[in-house]
């Protein structure tokens, strides 16, 4: 048995385009919030080794990363990158994913992905992609 999504408010975009001049004005804010004892989830970007956001120790209920960060995410206009939340209901039974769309004055221009995943099936998993082109 699978896992059970839910989208909150109709909040359900598989990409976005962020506006890039030198350097990159606008940004993402990636939200996971979990219910259960031990969450076991990693957000990644594809082509990259490292995860941008998991659940590490301290377990925690609330994990959130912006992207880009200056210095640390390499973003070019013309790039394209597919990021991938996986999710496992091992010691949890919901996940929350929120993308929110940022311009450089830190001002909202729109929350992107508001989803919910839930399982009571401990071998449950589930993947939500997302794709950025840097226009």
Not at 40 to 54: I, Q, S
Not at 59 to 68: A, C, E
Not at 91 to 109: M, Q, S, W
């Amino acid at each position: 048995m699978g896992a059970d999504r839910k989208i909150n408010g109709g909040k359900d975009a598989g990409g976005v385009v962020l506006r890039a001049t030198a350097p990159i004005n606008d940004y993402l804010l990636y939200k996971v919030t979990v219910s259960g004892a031990q969450p076991h989830f990693t957000l990644v970007e594809k082509g990259k080794p490292l995860p941008l956001l998991e659940a590490p120790p301290p377990v925690q209920q609330n994990y959130q990363r912006k992207w880009p960060i200056a210095g640390t995410d390499q973003v070019s206009k013309g790039d394209m990158f597919e990021h991938n939340l996986g999710m496992a209901f091992l010691k949890a039974v919901k996940y929350r994913y929120v993308i929110e769309h940022y311009d450089d004055g830190d001002n909202l221009i729109a929350v992107l992905k508001d989803v919910e995943w839930s399982s009571q099936n401990p071998t449950s998993m589930a993947f939500e992609p997302f794709v950025i082109s840097v226009r």
